[in-house]
């Protein structure tokens, strides 16, 4: 069984910085895409990073590319998104997800296991 748990989350100021970890358990991901996801107030799930574990092959949504950053460490099976440079408009509910696939999808109805959350919120 897929575990994933966010942490890292917290209130920062605009310009600042966080990152944000996903420790995996319950099998292997080297075939696997992880994936960030974020939900604001209101707001449908959005796309925020996804990184291909075996080939480290990452795509990034628009909004976020060049203050994000997607990576992950196979020895303690975590991935990690370095948000950088945050704005007011970066708050949210930020998800990790886990897909069984080669392709990295932007789409979250291809992601078959998710955490449970962690609360960002930039101050303006």
């Known amino acids: 069984q897929v575990q994933l748990v966010e942490s890292g989350g917290g209130l920062v100021q605009a310009g600042g910085s966080l990152r944000l970890s996903c420790a995996a358990s319950g099998r292997s991901f080297s075939s696997y895409v992880m994936g960030w996801f974020r939900q604001a107030p209101g707001k449908e799930r959005e796309f925020v990073a996804a990184?291909?574990?075996?080939?480290?092959?990452?795509l990034y949504a628009n909004s976020v590319k060049g203050r994000f950053t997607i990576s992950r460490d196979n020895a303690k099976n975590t991935v990690y998104l370095q948000m950088n440079s945050l704005k007011s408009e970066d708050t949210a509910v930020y998800y990790c997800a886990a897909d069984r696939s080669v392709v990295v999808h932007m789409t979250s109805a291809f992601y078959g296991d998710w955490g449970q959350g962690t609360q960002v919120t930039v101050s303006s």
């Open positions: 990184i291909r574990w075996s080939t480290d092959y990452a």
